[in-house]
């Protein structure tokens, strides 16, 4: 996108849009955090972790909060904070179908108060509420170009994890007894998985924000899966949903800073949240359709 | 029962004196039984007679208190590619991206790590076990969307492509319309007979298998009876398993065990629930 020429495409692309550095820094990171959430909310969606997403999503705001409290990226904070929260989850029992929902409330609930605590702090003492808003919404624009190989190492990592795990994350998301069963080490590979999560949230936290990240996570995701019956092209729609929604979102953010008299930009996150839902949405009307017509031939066998 | 039929080989199964104590309550007591190769065995029981803990003990997945295992002979491994399992719940929502075909080759290489990359000689292997079980005509369709009875198949051929010699199905049967249900004992008894691969089947109707089953272990308050249909499913013998009295009644070549009135042989304490 950034070689295009932009000027044909003016009315499009708002002057500067390709020559503004923070604009570079948004496509790279914003693409690449896509990618990575596409690959695990995939997995996310299939074993039924959306909540546990989302929970760490907010219990992430504690560490990110933190983070910006002492002057550091709230990136760091985030990584710190959900690492810890899913290895405290998988103790509590998250591998239990329902310890998990407990295991996660606990930690979520546990969480927020430290998040109340230190934005509050953070508030006060810088006497601005930008800490709240880039921790909760995410500060795309305002990424330090120097962020840019730590995201990438971190994206590498919980990418990798899936990719690796694969087929054993597959089997044992289907069964937990059937992949131990094949000599498949399921704490570790949900470990493994929780791992990957933690940093595909975090990632997601720093881009469109903590409170927004599971959309990026899970929209995607839930789309993909209505459009294959396979694992590995989910995955891959997943991921160009999410690109495709984060690209246009930070376009029209930029946009949008002519759109009212008051020359105010909107947040990239509505942008990419309202994006992800839509296709949501009509992926859900239209495959909704043509599935039931599907469905037929194979009943009818079946009768 | 199984001393005198011994045979050369060792059993496919032993189960020695499997004792297992969950929470401080015993769910199984001194279970001993063997299984031959080929042979057909129902595991019968009512819900919570302690099936599913037996079954999890032979996998590996529970530690026994006491009592020892042997598969062909050996102390099970870890990862015994001999065992195929078909287990009672497993996640198959209609919105898992998975393919009948995709679920089958699992069952070849699903413990691998690394994204999978399929031989052809494999991906005929995985055709081949789809034939065997007659899915077939819906290969290509997603698992979660087929009905119960196409579940069961394809979970059979997921168990069955590692080659195993005993195949652990925990109630299959549970949730499938009649006819269905016959199908898969049909499939199950064919496969079994066909590439002479024992069978451990658990149920909690033992009618369903009547006609196939060579054997039957009969599982009730933490303890089991194992022999021919004929010798186990008496009104004597389960009584005696119960600890108070049930009638055993035949009709129509059907079975029935409902609890009876007459307590004359309440609670044995001293017995033990084995046929020699």
Do not use: C
């Amino acid at each position: 996108m950034a070689v295009m020429a932009p000027g044909s495409l003016a009315p499009v692309f708002e002057p500067g849009f390709f020559s503004s550095s923070p604009v570079h820094v948004a496509l790279i990171v914003g693409g690449v955090v896509a990618i990575v959430s596409g690959v695990v909310g995939t997995f996310t969606v299939m074993r039924g972790q959306s909540f546990a997403g989302h929970s760490l999503a907010d219990i992430g705001t504690a560490g990110g909060s933190a983070a910006f409290l002492v002057g550091i990226s709230p990136l760091y904070g985030f990584v710190a904070m959900n690492l810890i929260a899913a290895g405290v989850m998988e103790m509590i029992g998250i591998r239990r179908p329902r310890g998990r929902d407990l295991a996660t409330g606990i930690v979520l609930g546990a969480a927020l108060g430290l998040a109340a605590l230190f934005l509050y702090w953070d508030t006060t003492h810088s006497s601005t509420t930008g800490a709240t808003i880039n921790v909760l919404f995410g500060s795309i624009f305002e990424l330090p170009s120097s962020l840019v190989p730590v995201i990438a190492v971190f994206s590498v990592v919980a990418t990798g994890i899936v990719l690796v795990a694969y087929r054993p994350l597959l089997l044992s998301s289907l069964s937990p007894d059937l992949a131990a069963t094949r000599g498949v080490p399921v704490r570790l590979v949900g470990i493994g998985y929780l791992i990957a999560l933690a940093l595909a949230v975090s990632l997601s936290a720093v881009t469109i924000g903590a409170i927004l990240s599971t959309a990026l996570l899970i929209g995607p995701a839930a789309t993909a899966l209505r459009l294959t019956k396979r694992a590995v092209p989910a995955m891959l729609i997943a991921a160009a949903v999410g690109v495709a929604a984060t690209w246009l979102g930070i376009l029209l953010a930029y946009d949008s800073y002519d759109w009212l008299p008051r020359h105010q930009p909107w947040p990239v996150s509505f942008f990419v949240v309202t994006i992800v839902f839509v296709s949501y949405l009509v992926t859900h009307l239209y495959v909704g359709r043509s599935a039931r017509h599907r469905r037929h031939p194979v009943a009818a066998r079946v009768a | 029962m199984g001393s005198e039929s011994e045979s050369v080989s060792p059993p496919v199964l032993t189960v020695e004196g499997i004792s297992v104590w969950l929470s401080g309550r015993p769910i199984l007591q001194d279970v001993n039984f063997r299984i031959q190769a080929g042979e057909f065995t129902g595991l019968i029981g009512s819900n919570g007679a302690g099936k599913t803990t037996l079954l999890r003990v032979i996998l590996g997945l529970e530690t026994p208190a006491s009592g020892h295992v042997l598969v062909a002979g050996r102390p099970r491994s870890p990862r015994n590619p001999l065992i195929g399992y078909v287990p009672q719940k497993i996640l198959l929502d209609p919105d898992m991206p998975l393919r009948a075909r995709d679920l089958v080759g699992l069952g070849l290489d699903g413990h691998r790590f690394g994204m999978p990359r399929r031989s052809s000689v494999q991906k005929e292997l995985i055709a081949e076990m789809l034939d065997a079980v007659d899915a077939t005509s819906f290969a290509d369709a997603r698992v979660g969307n087929l009905s119960g009875g196409e579940q069961q198949r394809v979970l059979i051929a997921h168990a069955l492509i590692s080659r195993p010699r005993l195949l652990l199905l925990d109630e299959p049967l549970a949730n499938l319309d009649i006819r269905s249900e016959q199908e898969v004992v049909e499939l199950v008894a064919r496969i079994s007979a066909e590439q002479q691969i024992a069978v451990l089947i658990s149920a909690h109707d033992m009618n369903p298998l009547l006609p196939v089953m060579d054997r039957v272990i009969y599982v009730a308050a933490g303890r089991v009876a194992s022999g021919t249909t004929e010798e186990v499913v008496t009104t004597e013998a389960l009584s005696l398993l119960y600890g108070h009295h049930v009638d055993v009644v035949r009709i129509n070549e059907r079975i029935l065990v409902v609890a009876g009135r007459d307590t004359a042989v309440h609670h044995h304490s001293d017995f033990r629930a084995q046929w020699p």
